[in-house]
């Protein structure tokens, strides 16, 4: 690549991703994990949260709904991009972002691996998904412990006018650094341009791919839901340290995203500084036992135990 043109693509993509990938600086003291009680004895054991591919999220639909919304607004754009260099960039932005966020056999130098959270640790929406006939939990983190660690925490965003002027936002500023090339490139060679544009797509597109893991539809906003996501390439993860196990009747891949401080004669300890426990017929068991559980593993008596009091049904 040309030395100008190699510039402005730096350029490009220093600037997009510093405004992209920042973590979120508006975060609740602590953020809640609900899982089942069976699935906290393993996380207390390890002393581990796993973060598993975007692709095999509870819903389906999350991931098509902010695939549908970039092809949206990259469709809006070319309505108005008729022709030139910019809409050569949104066609072949297309044809790259598209089919990433349709796979289900990412490249694994670039999947995006997700943890989720909730603002709440007693919602009743949450119980009814994550609860189990032995009772439900959420494990409340402290997210100050959480900022420095290699993967980017934020709030889940639901308002779609914010969602779009933000994937919007990223288009204009890749407008802005194409618009640059065009005293740089040959028009008579279509397939050299295509090779420059190919990187201002490619990284773009991961930049959106990272962007829509916090969209949601409006229609679960009371989830009030928090996130931490974390690329492959960018926590230099080799292929030696994603795992597989079996979820829903099909094989899916996770990573170890959030592992605890080193604790003598313990499993690293993670920053939990509140449990609720859900509603269920077997709570006051639980309560009991999560107590000797959690002194076993090395938390002391220094951890919030709270039983919900909403009514089980």
């Known amino acids: ?23 979120d600086t508006f975060l609740d003291d602590v953020i809640y994990h609900y899982t089942s009680a069976e699935a906290l004895l393993s996380i207390l054991h390890s002393g581990i949260l796993r973060a598993r591919s975007f692709i095999y999220l509870n819903d389906s639909s999350e991931v098509t709904y902010g695939r549908e919304l ?25 044809s790259w972002f598209i089919p990433k966020a349709l796979s289900s056999d990412l490249d694994l130098g670039s999947d995006l691996y997700v943890t989720c959270f909730c603002k709440d640790g007693n919602q009743l929406s949450q119980w009814r998904a994550y609860g189990s006939s032995s009772g439900g939990v959420a494990i409340g983190l402290d997210t100050e412990s959480m900022r420095s660690k290699i993967y980017w925490i934020g709030n889940v965003h639901y308002d779609v006018r914010y969602q779009k002027n933000v994937i919007q936002r990223k288009i204009q500023r890749a407008f802005e650094s194409i618009d640059q090339l065009i005293p740089f490139i040959n028009q008579n060679d279509t397939s050299y341009n295509s090779e420059i544009l190919e990187q ?4 773009l597109t991961n930049v959106l791919m990272n962007k829509i893991c916090f969209f949601k539809d409006v229609a679960f906003d009371e989830e009030q839901e928090v996130r931490a996501v974390c690329w492959i390439d960018d926590i230099k993860h080799s292929i030696n340290e994603v795992d597989f196990d079996s979820v829903k009747n099909h094989i899916a891949s996770y990573i170890e995203l959030i592992v605890g401080e080193p604790n003598p004669n313990y499993p690293p300890k993670l920053a939990i500084r509140k449990i609720w426990v859900g509603p269920s017929p077997n709570q006051d068991q639980l309560l009991k036992t999560l107590k000797r559980m959690l002194y076993k593993f090395g938390y002391n008596y220094d951890v919030k135990i709270c039983p919900s009091k909403i009514p089980f049904r």
């Not at 607004?73 to 050569?88: S, T």
């Not at 201002?200 to 990284?203: V, Y």
């Open 1 to 23: 690549m040309d030395r100008k043109i190699s510039t402005i693509f730096q350029d490009f993509r220093s600037k997009i991703s510093a405004a992209s990938l920042d973590p």
């Open 70 to 94: 970039v092809e949206k607004v990259i469709e809006e754009n070319l309505l108005i991009e008729k022709k030139g260099i910019r809409n050569v960039f949104l066609n072949d932005l297309l």
């Open 200 to 203: 201002f797509c490619r990284h």
